[in-house]
């Protein structure tokens, strides 16, 4: 069985209290209430002014990888938010969304904007069919200029 890591998150400000770890194996899920007796920093604080969003097994590894922390959850859209580390030539940026939705958020825009193009490419190649009617029928009524003599 895989279960992925539980982040628990304050209601009013979006700010990661916990983040249980992963488990593979035989394991048995824990519940909300087992998760606040079990971690220190939930026994500390009220069960309804806590939330959890529970995460896929393997979620966000690039984003881990690439040194980010999820610090924060968006409140709007239940999405992580990450804090990256800052490189010597880089200002500090506010978390921000994983680096994985980001990516699938371009996938998604590329895939539409291939749409948009090839839509494009069909109104193009109809345009041009018309203009070559057009030139034709304009050749039709004009005088055979070789053949006036």
């Known amino acids: 069985m895989l279960i992925g890591s539980k982040v628990y998150y304050d209601v009013n400000s979006g700010n990661v209290i916990v983040i249980t770890p992963e488990y593979a194996g035989p394991v048995v899920e824990t519940t909300k209430e087992q998760d606040f007796k079990l971690y ?47 490189k010597e030539d880089e200002e500090p940026i506010p978390p921000t969304f994983s680096l994985e939705s980001q990516i699938n958020d371009l996938k998604q825009r590329l895939a539409e904007s291939d749409v948009r193009n090839e839509k494009l490419a069909e109104e193009n190649t109809l345009n041009q069919l018309a203009l070559m009617e057009l030139h034709a029928l304009l050749l039709s009524t004009l005088p055979d200029v070789g053949n006036a003599e």
């Open 40 to 86: 220190k920093a939930l026994t500390e604080k009220v069960l309804e002014e806590v939330d959890f969003i529970q995460l896929e097994h393997g979620a966000y590894m690039f984003d881990r990888f690439e040194g980010g922390e999820l610090v924060r959850i968006d409140l709007e859209t239940l999405e992580p938010l990450f804090l990256y580390p800052i």
